[in-house]
């Protein structure tokens, strides 16, 4: 074997070797655990402040994500013409995710159909222009960072810790909603777009006993 020779800068000088388990791990102060889904009172709220504050292209983003439960890089590069069709908002739509490759189809109701309208209506564009176009580039799409920072503000604004909050509390939402309505684990699958249903019972906390009582009640 040859020498081992220390690191040294480009000046030539010591520099000592960081030890991995001196890191300070990225996560550190972190909530990395599974994001809380809203309470209806909680998105009643924020739609509230963003219609205060007269932001149409975030309301819209909002309805939207609550919605579609798409996930934020799906959400993020829809297009006008993946929810506009003959002059009119779509009433059900469906993206193909970048995540699976797969398409998955999603509804539109009466408040994710007005918002898009007016935002449509100021915005304008074509078919193929993004429906939420960059600040910083014209031919781009707002950012899936940008989107996140949007839902820190949103939830801190209600009073929410934003910590236990983020763009999967969107997508999750309107699941969990009807997980708890129903306890229908396989139309929630479908909605999310989930390849299998044990990603399902993750995402939804679901306990795995509580799913075979659910589907010990389907007689077949």
Known sequence: MGQFWPPENYHGTFRPRTRHHDRRPWNAGQNVGPKRPLKPR????????????????????FDLAIDSKLRGCDLVKLRIGDIVSGGSIRNRS????QKTGRPVQFEIMTEGRRSPRAWLERRGGSAHDFLFPSRVDYMGHLSTRQYARLVDEWVSTVGLD????GTHSLRRTKAALIYKATGNLRAVQILLGHTNIENTVRYLGVDIDDALTLSERTEI
């Open 42 to 61: 909680d998105i009643w709220a924020i739609r509230f402040y963003l219609d205060e504050h007269r932001r149409l292209r975030d309301r819209t983003l």
């Open 94 to 97: 469906t993206v193909i995710q």
């Open 162 to 165: 934003h910590r236990e909050y």
